[in-house]
């Protein structure tokens, strides 16, 4: 079961992760998995700014 109802009350995270499993299987129903994109969210150390990093699978 999920734990959220939408995607509005998803903390930033979450989206993250929903944003990657989506290119996951995008690019799995259109064979195109090179082309995908990988996303991570972290907080860097000494900062309390959180970011989000998206790069190409085949980096």
């Known amino acids: 079961m999920?734990?959220?109802?939408t995607v509005e009350k998803m903390d930033q995270a979450s989206k993250v992760q929903l944003?990657?499993?989506q290119e996951t299987v995008?690019?799995?129903l259109t064979?195109?998995?090179d082309t995908r994109l990988v996303c991570q969210y972290?907080?860097?150390l000494g900062s309390h700014i959180p970011r989000t990093v998206?790069?190409?699978y085949r980096k």
């Open 2 to 5: 999920n734990k959220f109802d």
């Open 19 to 21: 944003f990657s499993d």
């Open 26 to 28: 995008n690019a799995t």
């Open 31 to 33: 064979r195109w998995g």
């Open 42 to 44: 972290y907080v860097p």
């Open 54 to 56: 998206c790069h190409p």
